[in-house]
């Protein structure tokens, strides 16, 4: 971009990591939705505390996920062996993830649970409900004709994509097989709706005033723990603490996310 200041290497961010923050910049500066990262980034450079996690990453260089696909019995040239890219990967999660809460983080679990429990059985119901009017050995054809047309008439919508029309445009020629189809997508959608409802995301309380930097903070310590087989709980603690502007200990650290 025209007229930006380049941020120079501070001495103590290693070479071969600034490589990597490069490659990430020129790769980002195409994509404009993910050029937030950047400042972030910038922000853990210059911060001279972060050294501490510059050191235990580069201690650990090229040992990137290795006992996570030894536990897995992966193969050497598994596409978990890349530990120049897995760095990259680090590098970019760490902004994404001190960004807050997603979406799906942010509903309470009972909400959560009621939620997902009550699409499990509507679902179930429906799937009930279809295998019923099956006769013999097919759809009433009532049903299975009117429901072709229906999902014709769903092609003529400008909004629809390309591939949704295609897809409809299926489902008109052979409304038989797919309402067969549909009894099968209805019993895996009601196994994943259970699966939504049990989900647990890292902090219980979204509404809580720290659930951002306690989400970070659960995050980034599951996150070492299967790069380097370590929590590496004093780079946690620097990282939240630059970010979130905080004063933790590494104890601290061990507390919130044991």
Not at 57 to 74: C, D, P
């Amino acid at each position: 971009m025209m007229g930006e200041v380049q941020m120079e290497r501070p001495e103590w961010v290693p070479v071969w990591l600034w490589d990597k923050y490069l490659q990430i910049k020129k790769e980002v500066s195409e994509q404009p939705t993910s050029i937030a990262l950047i400042p972030v980034l910038e922000k853990l450079f210059a911060d001279q505390r972060c050294t501490v996690v510059w050191n235990a990453m580069t201690k650990r260089k090229g040992e990137e996920f290795k006992a996570l696909k030894a536990k897995q019995s992966l193969e050497e040239d598994d596409e978990l062996d890349t530990g120049w890219d897995n760095v990259k990967l680090c590098l970019i999660r760490i902004p994404i993830m001190a960004s807050g809460l997603s979406e799906e983080d942010k509903v309470l679990p009972s909400k959560r649970a009621k939620q997902g429990e009550e699409l499990a059985r509507l679902a179930r119901q429906l799937r009930n409900e279809l295998i019923e009017t099956k006769l013999s050995n097919r759809w009433p054809n009532p049903l299975s004709s009117d429901f072709g047309m229906q999902m014709y008439r769903l092609t003529s919508h400008d909004d629809l994509t390309k591939a949704s029309k295609r897809a409809t445009e299926i489902l008109y020629t052979d409304p038989e097989e797919t309402l067969g189809d549909l009894c099968d997508e209805l019993a895996a959608l009601a196994s994943a709706a259970e699966t939504w409802a049990s989900w647990e995301s890292l902090v219980k309380q979204p509404n809580s005033s720290n659930a951002d930097r306690l989400h970070f903070i659960r995050w980034m310590t599951g996150f070492f723990k299967n790069m380097y087989d370590s929590p590496l709980r004093e780079s946690v603690a620097v990282l939240a603490n630059v970010l979130f502007d905080s004063n933790l200990s590494a104890q601290d650290i061990a507390k919130l996310a044991p």
